[in-house]
Structures are given as structure tokens and as C-alpha cells.
């Protein structure tokens, strides 16, 4: 490998999370602080969205390391979950037995555990990752956890991480959607922040040549990468790579284009990555477009039948009746 040809006492571009390695942005920071603010508040309801290798799971792989010793926590990483799959995985980290396996008594037994628990004062937090392959079926049962109280409230803090559709999988069940506290997005690193990723991992990777990644290298990775860590991991793993099987100290950007397909990394991926915040807006303002549409069409339909009944009452020469006509008339054409 290249450790020793470029001096590394680490691999600074693993594609595994590895805590100590996180490098804290700006969002990364504030989606911490989120996730630690549920775990300490009574009604902690926390979902943390992002793309693929965003830095969601290492986030939470810190997150527990911080608190592991403070509180009774329950981690499900697998989520290809079906029928009462969350509550036995549930039920078998508590160590929980009970003599009836239907959905009812382990729910009860879950809560008598969940209220002992609350009971000795020690926050329990239920933090799933991938939590966009949950069913429709278990975020009901996480609704119906979360809303289980004790003496002082609730007795369930809960941190869900997924890609961005866990978002709208939530939306559709309004009940949880109250539930949820905080709802926060991992977006690509912009090119600064990968700038200081790349130099933290160097750094911390036993390595501080700065020089060996110049910054049109960090430019084409950001561009190659859409900012996301773990493809800037891949990126620069591959640059790293082709450098030492050519006996070379300093990395080209031209052998990105080259090692693109080995990596798999794919432009018409990156293209698609880079489009989704403006077809979200797009179709944001298209809803909103045909929302106010829809208004005006309901207030112009109800002045018609005002109209029609007012023409029964005043004379139709009369100036309000005038001023009427013309305010219906300005709906109708939609100014």
C-alpha cells in the first residue's frame, strides 16, 4: 500500500466511519447538537436526514461514545425490519422475557421496562440508523413508543438517521410527524469545509504536507464528490493510489476521469446529487403556484355567487356594485 511510500502512520481515506477521524462542519456540528439535545430533553424527537456516506453514522458512532455511560440506550443499525421485528430486537437488548410473543403483550412488557427505567432517573434513548427502510408499520410502533409517558412525561428520547427520503416516510403519518422535535439535513460539504476534511484526515492520519493535496486537487474532488465525505474518501484514496503505482510523490487530477469507473463514481450520479435541491425547489414553488391558483379560483367562484345574489338586491349601475365587478374580474384573470 502507500502508507509507507507518502509516510502515513494511518489510512487517511478508510471508507469505514471511524470517530476519530469525524471532521465537525459547521452542519455537522449543529446536527451533533441536535441529537444531543434529544437525548437530554423529556420530549427528545430528533431526525437527522442526508445523502449516502454524509457522516450520519459516524455522527451517531460519536454520539454514543459520549454517552454510553450515561444512559440505557437501545441502537438498531439493521432496518430491514418487518412485523414485530423492532419490538423482538427491542425486547432481546433489554433482556426482556415474556411468556406471550404477540405484538400487544410485548408492548406492555416493553413499557413496565420503559417506566422502571424512567423511574431511576436515567434518560432512554432509541437511535436507529438507515431509518429509511423502516415499514410504514414501524414508524407506528416508534410513534407508539415515543408517546409512552411515565410520572414526569415521556419516557422514550429517539433519534432517527436515514437517507433523504426518511423524511417524507415520516410526512406520511401526521401523528409522528408532531412527535418529531427536529428535523435536520446533511448537505454536501462546500469546498472550504472539504478543504479542512481532507487536511484534518492527513492530520490526523500522522501526515501535515499540506502540499500533497494543492488546491485545484481539492477543487476537482469537490466537483467529483458534491462534497459528500465518503465519495471524497474514495476520490482521494483512488488519486493516492495511482500516484504510488507510478512512483510518483504528487497526485494529477487527471487520473480522476481515469479511475472514475474502478471507483464508481459515477457524473451522472454526481449530476443527479447536485440537481435534487433544485427539483425540490422547482417543485416547492410548482405546489405553491397551484396552491395560490386553486385559491384564487375558490375566491373568484365565491364572489360569482355573491354576485349573483347581490344583483336580486342593488341596482347593478350602482359604483359599489361597479367597484365589486372589477375586483372579481382582476381574480378571475389572476392579478
Not at 442526508?50 to 438498531?76: A, R
Not at 418487518?82 to 433489554?94: C, K, N, R, S, T
Not at 467529483?224 to 476520490?235: A, E, H, M
Amino acid at each position: 500500500m502507500y502508507l509507507d511510500h507518502f509516510g502515513f502512520e494511518r489510512h487517511p481515506f478508510r471508507m469505514a466511519p471511524e470517530e476519530d477521524f469525524l471532521y465537525m462542519s459547521r452542519q455537522h456540528s449543529r446536527a451533533f447538537v441536535f441529537m444531543d439535545s434529544a437525548v437530554w430533553s423529556p420530549e427528545g424527537f430528533v431526525v437527522i436526514s442526508g445523502e449516502i456516506g454524509s457522516g450520519k453514522t459516524t455522527l451517531l458512532k460519536k454520539m454514543i461514545s459520549d454517552i454510553k455511560d450515561e444512559v440505557t440506550l437501545f441502537h438498531i443499525a439493521y432496518t430491514n425490519l418487518q412485523g414485530d421485528d423492532l419490538f423482538q430486537l427491542i425486547m432481546q437488548q433489554a433482556g426482556i422475557r415474556v411468556a406471550d410473543s404477540n405484538k400487544v403483550s410485548m408492548l406492555f412488557a416493553i413499557n413496565e421496562h420503559l417506566r422502571q427505567l424512567a423511574a431511576r432517573g436515567t434518560p432512554v434513548l432509541l437511535a436507529i440508523d438507515e431509518a429509511q427502510n423502516l415499514t410504514h408499520e414501524n414508524l407506528e410502533d416508534i410513534r407508539m413508543l415515543a408517546g409512552m409517558e411515565g410520572p414526569n412525561g415521556p419516557i422514550l428520547r429517539v433519534i432517527l438517521l436515514g437517507q433523504p427520503e426518511l423524511k417524507d416516510n415520516i410526512a406520511d403519518i401526521p401523528q409522528l410527524t408532531q412527535r418529531v422535535k427536529l428535523f435536520f439535513h446533511l448537505e454536501g460539504l462546500s469546498f472550504e469545509d472539504t478543504q479542512h476534511y481532507i487536511y484534518h484526515r492527513l492530520t490526523v492520519a500522522g501526515f501535515t504536507n499540506k502540499e500533497l493535496f494543492p488546491e485545484p486537487i481539492i477543487k476537482l474532488i469537490h466537483e467529483n464528490s458534491n462534497g459528500i465525505p465518503r465519495l471524497i474518501n474514495k476520490i482521494s484514496d483512488g488519486l493516492l493510489l495511482c500516484a504510488f503505482a507510478e512512483d510518483r510523490f504528487t497526485l494529477q487530477g487527471t487520473d480522476i476521469d481515469e479511475i472514475r469507473h474502478e471507483l464508481l463514481v459515477s457524473t451522472d450520479d454526481i449530476i443527479q446529487t447536485r440537481s435534487k435541491k433544485a427539483a425540490a425547489s422547482e417543485a416547492t414553488a410548482a405546489a405553491q403556484s397551484a396552491a395560490n391558483g386553486n385559491a384564487l379560483e375558490r375566491i373568484a367562484m365565491a364572489l360569482e355567487g355573491i354576485e349573483a345574489k347581490l344583483d336580486h338586491l342593488v341596482d347593478a349601475n350602482n359604483p359599489k356594485i361597479r367597484l365589486f365587478e372589477e375586483a372579481r374580474k382582476r381574480l378571475k384573470d389572476g392579478n
